[in-house]
């Protein structure tokens, strides 16, 4: 690590898990560390990145894709911004290092619009609303904060 001047990390749960993997996969051309988890909530993806980099006093930059799992676990907005603040927090505190999350895509197991006509099933929980206020909220906390701590 003494040679490393900035580490980069995407963490992810289920979205980005061996997306890379085909027959022809070859490697990264330039290194980016991939910590994935299928089914891990946002908090699980925050103990992850402490149990391997919170040790580390190199700066890092950290990417976000996940969430998807907090919704599915019915979390609600508020609990699922408090995540994101403390995984923010944990990564501001190193200093130099960026923190970055992605906002969530909307799949139809959760999200409904008229367009898409009749919901699937009598019972279906449309979600849309809420992920579209978190999605939101994810932008306003990122373009409020100085996400490069020095």
Same mark, same amino acid.
């Given at each position: 690590?003494?040679?490393?001047?900035?580490?980069?990390?995407?963490?992810?749960?289920?979205?980005?898990?061996?997306?890379?993997?085909?027959?022809?996969?070859?490697?990264?051309?330039?290194?980016?560390?991939?910590?994935?988890?299928?089914?891990?909530?946002?908090?699980?993806?925050?103990?992850?990145?402490?149990?391997?980099?919170?040790?580390?006093?190199?700066?890092?930059?950290?990417?976000?894709?996940?969430?998807?799992?907090?919704?599915?676990?019915?979390?609600?907005?508020?609990?699922?911004?408090? &995540?994101?603040?403390?995984?923010?927090? &944990?990564?501001? &505190?190193?200093?130099?290092?960026?923190?970055?999350? &992605?906002?969530?895509?909307?799949?139809?197991?959760?999200?409904?619009?008229?367009?898409?006509?009749?919901?699937?099933?009598?019972?279906?929980?449309?979600?849309?609303?809420?992920?579209?206020?978190?999605?939101?909220?994810?932008?306003?906390?990122?373009?409020?904060?100085?996400?490069?701590?020095?």
């Amino acid at each position: 690590m003494k040679d490393v001047k900035r580490l980069k990390i995407c963490l992810s749960s289920s979205t980005m898990n061996e997306f890379w993997m085909d027959d022809k996969y070859e490697g990264d051309r330039i290194h980016i560390d991939w910590c994935t988890s299928p089914g891990a909530e946002l908090s699980t993806l925050e103990h992850m990145w402490r149990v391997d980099y919170g040790d580390i006093t190199v700066p890092m930059d950290v990417l976000i894709i996940g969430g998807l799992i907090d919704i599915i676990k019915n979390r609600s907005r508020e609990q699922f911004m408090e &995540a994101v603040e403390s995984f923010y927090k &944990a990564v501001a &505190a190193k200093e130099g290092s960026t923190f970055v999350m &992605a906002t969530m895509f909307y799949p139809p197991q959760m999200c409904w619009t008229p367009d898409d006509g009749k919901p699937p099933t009598p019972n279906y929980v449309n979600k849309y609303e809420m992920m579209v206020k978190i999605n939101d909220d994810i932008i306003e906390l990122l373009q409020d904060k100085d996400t490069v701590v020095s």
